[in-house]
């Protein structure tokens, strides 16, 4: 079956997939941090990660979304079709939705993607479209793992048009089952003063599925106090049988 085919055959199911959890935070890449990587799924694979709660605390009043997800789905070996969905349980409403891609290639430990996204009006008072695009680096060695992000963003969906710019880097260092890692985000925008985190991280391989978690706190008065993700994580190798 050609890459063209498998298209119009599973991203019609991936839509279904990611809109049946119901919401998305655009910046949630690679969860639970904000950075991704430059790889993709792998072809006929599906990727699906389910975060069961993200809390956040600013000025003592918290926040919770919950479910959210991240479901992806390789096309060849260098390009995959993303979903995000996110919904807000305090709100009792859809926080935020995209729908996008990434390519990547990873060789010789060196990697280099684009990934965009289409941000969608998920809610009544939204109106439009926006788009969030971001070039990726990666640089892989035995016992570490660097990736380093930066983008812009266009966002027309509310009262009044929110373009900016956004950059992070991660750093894993794998042991075994374990990948814990450090980050540094950053975003700024034409509404909203320039926002710093710096975040822990913990990617554990079990058997059957993975568990994500992570802790950001902000570095300075725009960003967030506290920010809190617990995810789960699976991977399919969906059966291709050509015609």
Request: hydrophobic share 40%.
């Amino acid at each position: 079956m050609t890459p063209d085919r498998r298209a119009r055959r599973f991203v019609p199911a991936l839509l279904a997939v990611g809109l049946s959890f119901v919401g998305s935070e655009s910046a949630r890449a690679f969860p639970p941090y904000r950075t991704t990587d430059a790889e993709t799924a792998g072809d006929d694979t599906l990727e699906a990660r389910i975060g069961l709660l993200r809390l956040q605390v600013r000025d003592s009043h918290s926040t919770r979304r919950t479910p959210l997800s991240r479901v992806n789905y390789g096309i060849g070996p260098h390009f995959e079709v993303i979903s995000e969905l996110e919904y807000a349980i305090d709100d009792h409403e859809l926080d935020e939705g995209a729908l996008g891609f990434k390519w990547a290639k990873l060789e010789d430990g060196r990697g280099f993607g684009v990934e965009t996204l289409i941000l969608l009006p998920v809610r009544s008072e939204l109106d439009g479209a926006g788009i969030e695009s971001q070039v990726i680096r990666t640089w892989q060695r035995e016992r570490s793992r660097v990736h380093v992000n930066a983008g812009a963003f266009h966002d027309p969906r509310g009262l009044s048009t929110e373009r900016g710019w956004r950059a992070s880097a991660l750093a894993e260092f794998p042991r075994e089952r374990l990948r814990p890692g450090v980050e540094l985000f950053v975003r700024d925008s034409n509404t909203t003063d320039t926002r710093m985190q710096a975040g822990v991280g913990l990617i554990a391989s079990l058997e059957r599925v993975e568990i994500r978690t992570g802790l950001h706190v902000g570095l300075n008065d725009a960003a967030p106090d506290l920010e809190a993700s617990v995810w789960l994580s699976w991977k399919w190798r969906v059966p291709n049988a050509d015609p």
